[in-house]
């Protein structure tokens, strides 16, 4: 009787987990699907010679380039740059420069600031980076990117 006792007991448990199992794999939430966040980011290349502005136009000059990169469609994107140059007592900036406004120039999944630069007035070696903030309009809202500054600083031969 014990024994019957008890498997009818351990049935009943099991029998109870499955319906739980069950039960728990039927419920509803009542929350609307998130939708994924933007997957975005403010890129800034190292400080280099521009071979464009050497090539092109003769001058010998330090740029560096910024992008923001988004998986979604950003308008009105600013993208506001600083070119750094390493000095004692403190670090010295060039700008702040601002990519196009024009309409059509600063929208898409991937906006360019590339025409921005330092001329060169001679070729002592000089350390140079580059430190960007963006704001975009992205999904019906403003984001904002804080200050990204370049992966290295470069050591590039261009003394202002």
């Known amino acids: 009787m014990k024994k019957l006792k008890s498997l009818i007991g351990l049935s009943f448990a099991f029998s109870l987990v499955i319906v739980a199992t069950a039960y728990a794999g039927t419920t509803k939430t009542t929350s609307e699907p ?4 933007p997957e975005c980011r403010l890129q800034v290349d190292n400080a280099h010679i521009s071979s464009t502005l050497v090539n092109r136009r003769n001058v010998k000059a330090v740029k560096v380039n910024v ?7 950003q308008t009105q994107v600013k993208i506001t740059l600083r070119i750094y140059k390493t000095q004692d007592p403190a670090d010295r900036y ?3 420069f601002v ?7 600063n929208s898409g999944l991937t906006v360019k600031l590339q025409d921005k630069f330092v001329i060169c007035k001679n070729s002592i070696p000089t350390e140079w980076f580059g430190v960007a903030y963006a704001k ?3 999904d019906g809202k ?3 990117a804080g200050n990204t500054q370049s992966p290295k600083k470069e ?3 261009c003394g202002t």
């Open 94 to 96: 060039y700008g702040p």
């Open 34 to 37: 998130k939708v994924p966040k």
């Open 142 to 144: 403003w984001q904002y």
């Open 99 to 105: 990519n196009s406004q024009l309409p059509g120039r």
């Open 136 to 138: 975009a309009f992205i």
């Open 67 to 73: 992008y923001s990169i988004c998986n979604r469609l």
């Open 155 to 157: 050591i590039i031969r």
